[in-house]
């Protein structure tokens, strides 16, 4: 069955919220739906960074992707390396 | 007046080359912050650890690259470097810059950060290296709205891709670099700016095999101009060359006596296919041999010239030594046409081959060229429907096994494999 974008978000948003690991790759997304093609994944990904659901960490080199509030600002007590 | 004490780093200034010590000492007369760097960079030495967390969640709004988050660990000893974040910024194609283009970028580095850039990074933009969270916004606004410029790649983005100068100012460049450079920074203007791949991906252009953005060492796609017809040859102008009349490599060795010209010594005897050769006083090659290695153009551009019939060579794969130590690329297309006419449709079509395949197969952190020696070259050029050819052969014979398919194998396989297998148990 083909998932719609909105199904995919949601499953999106739920694979970040209960990961055991707070960041993620895009490739870690890619289970949510795995009839689309990564492309597709990715640009779901962007789209919720841009809704505000989901928040880049990038490292330098790579880019990750979180849920806003499980993420810590490194500015904060508790910063992340 | 020094802030801290760094006799460790005193030590750097006391060598014959000019230090960055003393640099960030006098750059630190107008911006303290750099007394920080110095101190913790002193602590780092002593300690024999980084000081610096590199990585986080800054950014501009709407991009999810071109900013680095840095912060020092030590922010109460070094508060002026407790964020020292880095912004990288696309360099026009083929480093052409203005002087007064130049005089803003460092205006405005002045106003918003320490002052301290590094010209060039090795993906090729300019690299501002230090500010505080709260100024990358208005940095960005001014950069984009009165510098007209804009950020480049970071992060698992295709990064800044960067050219060399090309048809601008290089007879032997072999397709417009720049024009294909700036055509697909703005094609792929969504990947430059936010994270798409498992990891990074660089593009680079080189108008001709001298390659003098190293693409061929730097890039996951390097475009390298070709020719594919025969080295043009001015016999006249060989002739001058012999008689001494032209100097050897555009005089660029001229400030040293090297002796007469010797067209065997410095040219044919140096070939490395060996395909030159003088019959009389004519210079012959057989092209057919010629690896476009450049080098009997470079000694005698008057009278050797690229062949008429030009285009690129895409070679894919290189990465500097994270894993298994650095590669050059893979050639697999030794020769593609790049015509601004179908708006360089084709080199899109093979990009977005090698993405998708990536994409897909490639693991988190997995350069392309990386993939590529995981599941093999004879996957790869299926995968991007190329035939295997001579010259993707690497050196013959390293590999004695060859695993067949039945389609491949005329007339299919026989044998019982089962019964085979009985017969010659493991």
Not at chain 1, 37 to 47: D, E, H, L, M, S
């Amino acid at each position: 069955m083909v998932m719609s974008v909105e199904e995919i978000e949601a499953a999106m948003i739920e694979k970040a919220t209960k990961s055991p690991k707070p960041q993620l790759y895009v490739k870690d997304f890619y289970k949510c739906d795995p009839d689309s093609k990564p492309r597709v994944i990715k640009n779901i990904a962007n789209g919720l960074v841009k809704k505000g659901e989901l928040m880049f960490w990038s490292s330098g080199s790579t880019t990750m992707y979180a849920r806003p509030d499980r993420i810590k600002n490194e500015e904060g007590a508790e910063g992340i390396n | 007046m020094a802030k801290h004490d760094t006799p460790l780093l005193d030590e750097l200034e006391k060598g014959p080359w000019p230090s960055f010590v003393t640099d960030m000492k006098r750059q630190a007369e107008t911006h303290p912050e750099c007394w920080d760097i110095l101190g913790q960079l002193e602590l780092s030495f002593k300690d024999r650890i980084t000081h610096w967390k590199h990585g986080g969640i800054v950014g501009v709004f709407g991009y999810g690259g071109g900013i680095v988050g840095r912060y020092s660990d030590v922010p109460k000893q070094f508060p002026g470097v407790e964020h020292f974040h880095t912004v990288r910024i696309a360099q026009p194609s083929g480093l052409y810059y203005s002087t007064k283009n130049l005089r803003s970028l460092m205006d405005l580095w002045d106003k918003y950060g320490s002052g301290m850039t590094n010209m060039h990074g090795s993906t090729g933009d300019m690299i501002l290296l230090g500010t505080r969270t709260e100024n990358l916004e208005p940095l960005f606004w001014d950069l984009t709205h009165d510098l007209d410029q804009d950020l480049g790649g970071s992060g698992s983005n295709l990064r800044t891709p960067s050219c060399c100068l090309g048809d601008s100012r290089c007879e032997w460049s072999c397709y417009d670099a720049q024009d294909v450079c700036y055509h697909l920074t703005m094609h792929y203007q969504d990947e430059i700016h936010r994270p798409a791949f498992p990891y990074k991906f660089k593009f680079k252009f080189s108008g001709c095999p001298n390659d003098c953005v190293a693409a061929i060492a730097r890039s996951d796609f390097a475009v390298i101009g070709t020719w594919k017809d025969d080295i043009q040859v001015d016999q006249a102008g060989v002739k001058e060359y012999m008689a001494g009349n032209y100097p050897a490599n555009g005089g660029a060795h001229a400030g040293r006596d090297w002796g007469a010209f010797d067209i065997k010594k410095e040219v044919l005897d140096i070939c490395p296919t060996e395909c030159m050769w003088m019959e009389g006083d004519e210079l012959k090659i057989d092209n057919s041999e010629c690896t476009r290695c450049m080098h009997c153009i470079n000694v005698m551009p008057r009278a050797l010239k690229p062949g008429k019939e030009k285009g690129a060579t895409i070679c894919i794969g290189a990465k500097a030594p994270i894993l298994d130590g650095a590669q050059f690329a893979t050639m697999v297309i030794p020769f593609i046409e790049v015509s601004k006419d179908n708006e360089y449709e084709n080199l899109i079509d093979v990009i977005e081959q090698v993405w998708d395949w990536w994409m897909e197969v490639g693991k988190n952190r997995e350069r392309v060229g990386e993939t590529m020696q995981r599941i093999g070259l004879p996957t790869f050029l299926k995968v991007m429907e190329i035939d295997a050819m001579p010259q993707h052969v690497k050196e013959p014979r390293s590999n004695p096994y060859v695993f067949w398919k039945e389609e491949e194998v005329e007339g299919g396989f026989e044998r019982d494999v089962e019964e085979f297998r009985r017969k010659h148990a493991a």
